[in-house]
């Protein structure tokens, strides 16, 4: 059974900074494409990060220079390391992966695409 535990997140002041952690149980990091979606209030859930097998990896662009996706495949550990947070990057972050072996990560992500999910993490950036 695959399992996504997040840990991490919180609140943080404009400006600052966060790590997200993934730890994946039953599930393979080295072998599949793995991303952070996040879902502000009112709002859908919409990609934030991707990085695959290849070592591509893809940010959306309200987050470029500012996040950085990362992972352990020895420990099947995903990270995100958010940093000049604004608030509108307030949301609950989920880490996910892909179910199919080697799929690439693309500039835009598809929700459905994804097969398995994390708890979800608040994150909340106020002054």
């Known amino acids: 059974q695959v399992r996504l535990g997040q840990f991490g997140g919180g609140s943080a002041l404009p400006g600052g900074s966060l790590r997200l952690s993934c730890e994946a149980s039953g599930y393979s990091y080295r072998q599949h494409r793995v991303a952070w979606f996040r879902q502000a209030p009112g709002k859908e859930r919409e990609g934030v990060a991707c990085?695959?097998?290849?070592?591509?990896?893809t940010y959306a662009d309200s987050v470029k220079g500012r996040f950085t996706i990362s992972k352990d495949n020895d420990q099947d550990r995903l990270y995100l390391q958010m940093n000049s947070l604004k608030s509108e990057d307030t949301a609950i972050y989920y880490c996910?992966?892909?179910?199919?072996?080697?799929?690439?990560?693309?500039?835009?992500?598809?929700?459905?695409?994804?097969?398995?999910w994390g708890q979800g993490t608040q994150v909340t950036v106020s002054s």
């Open positions: 996910t992966g892909d179910e199919d072996w080697g799929r690439r990560c693309h500039a835009v992500l598809i929700e459905s695409d994804f097969n398995y």
């Open positions: 990085i695959d097998i290849y070592g591509t990896v």
